[in-house]
């Protein structure tokens, strides 16, 4: 018996499908819209509306590899058939795409200025006190930019994605 996918699973896999592996001529590994990537997302400013869930950055290989990781766990997740479902699974997902190692926190954290925006952002929105400091240390909080840059992301991702689900939806209503 073979299952049936939700509009949004459909559109989620089509993302995910589109964002493709690529190696620049310094043997530098990114990820990109593949050429022949549907229509929709170029003309629902996808990768657009992914940047600016962070800030005017443009273009950031960071960004395209997390839209890919994010695409990726929302399509290997079975219970995620709606936006809503993708939104309650952000929180494990963006958890588990934080870098582990300090070292590469420290990179990310240097790899744009507005990145430490982002750790203030987050110590203001996860809370950030003396015990905590304590405890984490300036890992902890580079840990919680990076947290909530990812949640970012796949928050914009989830709404194009149902945007895109919600409108074949209608469009099939429509022709019955």
């Not at 589109?18 to 593949?34: E, G, P, V």
Request: proline fraction near 1%; hydrophobic fraction near 40%.
């Amino acid at each position: 018996m073979t299952e049936t996918k939700t509009a949004f699973q459909t559109v989620t896999e089509e993302v995910n499908k589109s964002l493709i592996q690529d190696t620049r001529n310094d043997d530098t590994k990114f990820y990109k819209f593949a050429d022949d990537a549907p229509a929709w997302i170029d003309k629902a400013q996808v990768s657009l509306k992914c940047h600016e869930a962070l800030d005017d950055r443009f273009p950031d290989d960071w960004v395209y590899e997390q839209m890919y990781f994010i695409t990726s766990d929302l399509c290997n997740y079975s219970d995620v058939e709606t936006a809503e479902a993708a939104q309650d699974a952000m929180g494990d997902i963006a958890d588990g795409l934080v870098d582990v190692y300090n070292m590469d926190r420290v990179k990310w954290l240097a790899l744009d200025i507005n990145n430490a925006f982002l750790c203030d952002e987050a110590a203001e929105e996860f809370g950030w006190d003396k015990d905590t400091m304590k405890e984490q240390g300036l890992y902890g909080l580079i840990g919680m930019g990076q947290y909530l840059a990812i949640e970012r992301i796949g928050n914009a991702l989830i709404e194009c994605i149902e945007a895109e689900a919600n409108e074949r939806e209608n469009t099939e209503e429509a022709d019955d």
